[in-house]
């Protein structure tokens, strides 16, 4: 989407029309979908999670002060949204993985998707957000609410761990 068209609908949006609201959305639907299926690895909790972002996006449009970086804020609101959904479920997700660890998995097999989540949340989301959403270092921090050395120490902490992890040598 064209910025000009996108500060467009924000502003129409912005003063209650829903169809431009609908329009964003659907721009951004495929992205916010997928990355937040890489944070969460589960379909109701992505459709609970987009469903969430959609309303409150809606309820705080109003808010919104730089029309023409409506992808980052609704991304934003999107990664709290799923960071809430993890919280709720990590004893499950703990208990899950340390069960999957056990003798079923005495082969090594190299799965790039079951390895990457293996990874914590700190390095997975802006490696997702990098390289999977297209968002750059500043915007990342922006949305994190990390300084720009704090995202790029993360995303090449969280590369090492992958590469570690896929190299069978899971030490840190």
């Not at 190299?110 to 990098?130: G, T």
């Not at 050395?149 to 590469?163: E, F, H, I, Q």
Request: glycine letters at 2%; charged letters at 30%; hydrophobic letters at 40%.
């Amino acid at each position: 989407m064209e910025k000009r068209e996108q500060i467009s609908l924000v502003e129409k949006a912005k003063n209650g029309d829903a169809q431009s609201f609908i329009k964003l959305c659907e721009a951004y639907q495929v992205v916010l979908y997928n990355s937040a299926y890489k944070l969460l690895l589960n379909n109701e909790d992505v459709a609970d999670c987009l469903q969430e972002t959609e309303i409150r996006a809606w309820q705080k449009i109003p808010n919104i002060k730089n029309e023409a970086a409506f992808n980052s804020w609704i991304f934003r609101i999107m990664i709290n949204i799923a960071k809430d959904i993890l919280k709720k479920r990590v004893e499950t997700v703990e208990f899950e993985e340390s069960y999957m660890s056990t003798k079923e998995n005495s082969y090594k097999r190299f799965n790039l998707e079951e390895e990457f989540n293996k990874l914590p949340d700190r390095y997975k989301i802006p490696i997702i957000l990098h390289y999977y959403a297209g968002f750059n270092i500043n915007e990342i921090a922006e949305q994190l609410n990390l300084s720009k050395n704090t995202v790029k120490t993360r995303l090449a902490r969280g590369r090492l761990k992958l590469k570690l992890f896929l190299e069978g040598e899971e030490n840190g």
